[in-house]
């Protein structure tokens, strides 16, 4: 039988060892050492950034960041961007991520008139950053917003390394744009602070011991459609807005990382000879188009869940190319298979 004692022994013990499993779930001793902010949107003095005591959240306030584009500020186009390179000092054996964001802001967005928010964040060893989703206002709107991102820790989050200090840039773009080639009555205004006080961006943290850390990382690549029928692939949606492209959603996920555990091969961007239409290839000579270097990573053999990938061209004409997974639409639209690229999620 087991006595009053033993048993008080017992649950304090399974209390202690619970208590004990928790108290890894994040390493203690986490703080910022330094943070600088350049860029139009957040001039000096006019962007402060918090962590929480636990390491958990951070907070990132704006004052002066608006951008407006139309009638009142004779311009077409208004983008302002707001960079902030935050050091961390951590724990040996540790690695972060972000896995969810919210920002808010204000949009006065007319007809006729455009309006664009995203963020993205990196790491400063890793080229290619993690976007979460870009909010697009089409006119006409005239409220606060809230745009809440969150993606599963297990997902393919980007992850630090495991060197010290660990630098997180964090990019925060603004657009507003009127969506003719000229100026009319048309206004298109986005405000990320408050006639109140700052408004908030808010991150959360992910950690996770290094030899828990997934071995990739991902990043979407997006679809634009060009004025003359092309198409236009980019891990940058802006870099499609600016130009006035119609937004076709994001095509696929590839890699931002070589990781030779899971098979990859490198894919790289190719501008055609229209100065504006963007492909993927294989052949870093983009069969004589003009090569932009690597956009990312694909696996080059299928694995379970995995599809195809492929570059198309149109039976009648050459220089309309598109890349995607669905062979068969695609091909009875006019386009033959042009190469397979690899295998992607």
Same mark, same amino acid.
């Given at each position: 039988?087991? !006595? ?15 208590? !004990? ?63 902030? +390179? ?22 006065? &967005? ?22 979460? !989703? ?14 809440? /991102?969150?993606?599963? &820790? ?15 840039? &964090? ?10 080639? /000229? ?26 011991? =290094? ?10 690549? +997006? ?36 990781? !030779? ?8 961007? =190719? ?8 492909? &993927?290839?294989?052949? /870093? ?28 061209? +149109? ?31």
């Amino acid at each position: 039988m087991v !006595s009053a004692y033993q048993f008080i022994v017992f649950i304090l013990i399974a209390l202690f060892s619970i208590t !004990s499993a928790h108290a890894v779930d994040q390493p203690q001793g986490v703080y910022l050492k330094s943070v600088q902010n350049s860029g139009s949107g957040c001039p000096t003095g006019s962007a402060s950034t918090v962590l929480s005591p636990d390491a958990k959240s951070l907070s990132i306030l704006f004052d002066q960041f608006q951008v407006e584009a139309g009638q009142a500020s004779r311009l077409l186009n208004d983008k302002k961007g707001c960079s902030i +390179h935050l050091d961390f000092e951590i724990p040996k054996g540790w690695s972060m991520a972000l896995f969810s964001a919210d920002y808010r802001g204000f949009a006065d &967005i007319e007809k006729g008139t455009m309006g664009v928010h995203q963020v993205t964040y990196r790491f400063s060893e890793q080229q290619k950053p993690f976007q979460f !989703s870009a909010k697009i206002f089409q006119g006409p709107y005239h409220s606060d917003y809230l745009i809440q /991102n969150a993606v599963p &820790i297990d997902s393919n989050l980007s992850w630090s390394s495991c060197k010290n200090p660990v630098n997180l840039i &964090i990019d925060t773009d603004v657009m507003a744009r009127v969506l003719g080639r /000229n100026i009319g009555n048309q206004n298109a205004l986005m405000i990320l602070d408050s006639l109140d006080g700052s408004i908030e961006q808010k991150f959360k943290v992910a950690w996770k011991r =290094c030899d828990e850390v997934p071995s990739k990382s991902m990043t979407a690549v +997006h679809q634009f459609t060009t004025q003359t029928g092309g198409a236009l692939y980019t891990t940058d949606v802006g870099e499609g807005l600016m130009r006035r492209l119609r937004y076709g959603g994001v095509a696929f996920q590839i890699h931002t990382s070589l990781q !030779s555990d899971v098979g990859l091969i490198p894919i790289y961007q =190719c501008l055609l000879r229209d100065g504006i239409s963007k492909t &993927i290839s294989q052949n /870093n000579t983009c069969q004589g188009q003009r090569p932009l270097g690597v956009l990312g990573y694909i696996a080059k053999r299928q694995v379970n869940g995995s599809k195809a990938l492929y570059r198309f061209t +149109h039976t009648r004409n050459a220089a309309l190319q598109l890349v995607g997974t669905d062979l068969e639409s695609t091909v009875r639209s006019g386009y033959q298979v042009a190469e397979l690229l690899g295998y992607v999620q």
